[in-house]
């Protein structure tokens, strides 16, 4: 069945570092994928997106790259800061499937 | 509504008593998920609704789970007899079109003691 799998965490990094979540997936079609994020305290949001092979998703400085080739969707930011810290989730879905999700990766800022 | 709404939003049980969990789903979405998010784990998909129906309910760890939707809206998520390894927050999603991404509601937290 479809999985996804995401860079275990937690990940610490310093602010105005580089971020890069790894992401791959398996599928038996063309998913559309997804990163979701959850700040402490709230509910999941969905961050970014991409719906095709080579496709970008961008939000709020994070981008993600619908690679078809390497079967990944690996998170992107240039320059974190402290309000980044969260959880963040990779997931596919398949048509008008589930939501299928990485186990999450915690990442922490430190000013 | 605005928003995916989830009532309560903390819930806290005796084992063996009965506890049902409510979802109100953006307007119009037909689409209904539920999640389950355990202490430190994943997302685990429970249950999905295209209107009143279930076509996948494959995520259902026992026969003492159940869901329904009524009138393509409300959905309520029923655990009967609960354990404590039933204590997670559980969170419901709703879309019209999964392309456009899910909404979810702040979740329910079950704790069973």
């Known amino acids: 069945g479809d999985s996804v799998t995401q860079m275990e965490g937690p990940v610490t990094l310093s602010e105005e570092a580089f971020l890069t979540i790894n992401c791959t997936y398996t599928?038996?079609?063309?998913?559309?994928l997804f990163w979701y994020v959850q700040y402490p305290g709230e509910g999941l949001q969905l961050l970014l997106k991409?719906?095709?092979?080579?496709d970008k998703g961008s939000n709020k400085g994070f981008e993600a790259t619908y690679r078809k080739e390497t079967t990944s969707f690996h998170l992107e930011k240039g320059s974190v800061q402290v309000s980044d810290s969260a959880v963040y989730f990779c997931?596919?879905?398949?048509?008008?499937?589930?939501?299928?999700f990485g186990q999450g990766t915690r990442l922490t800022i430190n000013p | 509504g605005a928003g995916v709404s989830q009532s309560p939003s903390n819930k806290v049980t005796e084992k063996g008593k009965d506890v049902e969990l409510r979802c109100d789903p953006i307007?119009?979405?037909?689409?209904l998920y539920w999640y389950r998010q355990s202490l430190g784990q994943g997302l685990e998909f429970l249950i999905y609704?295209?209107?009143?129906?279930?076509?996948?309910k494959s995520g259902l760890p026992s026969d003492r789970f159940s869901a329904e939707r009524t009138g393509g809206s409300v959905s309520t998520l029923t655990i009967q007899r609960t354990q404590q390894e039933d204590s997670a927050v559980y969170l419901c999603?709703?879309?019209?079109?999964?392309?456009?991404?899910?909404?979810f509601g702040s979740g329910t937290r079950l704790t069973v003691v």
């Open positions: 999603a709703s879309s019209s079109t999964v392309t456009y991404g899910y909404t």
């Open positions: 599928a038996t079609g063309y998913p559309s």
């Open positions: 991409a719906t095709k092979a080579d």
């Open positions: 997931a596919l879905s398949e048509g008008a499937q589930k939501l299928v």
């Open positions: 307007s119009g979405h037909t689409a």
């Open positions: 609704f295209q209107g009143n129906s279930a076509p996948d």
